[in-house]
């Protein structure tokens, strides 16, 4: 038994394949559309995953506007943000933040889900969130995938 075979290959900068994604989120449940997005952004869906280097795909997400909640969660769930001064928080509810900016409710989940540290910093950069159908990461040819199909 050859066991030269059976190396562990540890991904780095130069031998990573960074691929773009495109995700329609129209009709997905917000959390479970984020958990699939993060595990894409990470790059964990990969054989050769390494959990220090920053292996996963660049994610195109078009239609944020239209993704969904179960529930009473639209107007039940509060998200607030703190300034850091007393008397500082302010709560809003996804309603009222998907009115205001659609792509933020959805880098907000997916931040959520990532690695809180410089690399997770580093991987969100990797996300592209658009509200409407028209995204501009067209000269990259991202392929469409299913999200659906993922496990």
Same mark, same amino acid.
């Given at each position: 038994m050859n066991t030269l075979s059976y190396k562990t290959v540890a991904a780095n900068k130069a031998t990573v394949d960074k691929q773009w994604v495109l995700v329609d989120a129209e009709g997905q449940i917000l959390? +479970?559309? %984020? /958990? *699939?997005?993060? *595990?894409l952004l990470r790059g964990k869906h990969k054989p050769n995953f390494t959990p220090n280097v920053d292996c996963g795909d660049n994610v195109v !997400? !078009?239609?944020? /506007?239209k993704v969904q909640l179960t529930g009473n969660k639209w107007d039940a769930r509060l998200l607030f943000n703190y300034s850091g001064y007393p008397g500082g928080r302010h709560d *809003?509810?996804? +309603?009222q933040m998907i009115a205001e900016s659609p792509e +933020? =409710? =959805?880098e907000r989940t997916v931040k959520g889900m990532l690695p809180k540290n410089r690399l997770g910093a580093k991987i969100l950069k990797n996300l592209y969130v658009y509200a409407g159908a028209e995204h501009?990461?067209? %000269?990259q040819q991202p392929k469409v995938l299913d999200i659906n199909a993922m496990k």
């Open positions: 959390g +479970r559309l %984020a /958990s *699939k997005v993060a *595990k !997400i !078009i239609n944020a /506007s *809003k509810t996804p +309603r +933020r =409710l =959805l501009q990461q067209e %000269a």
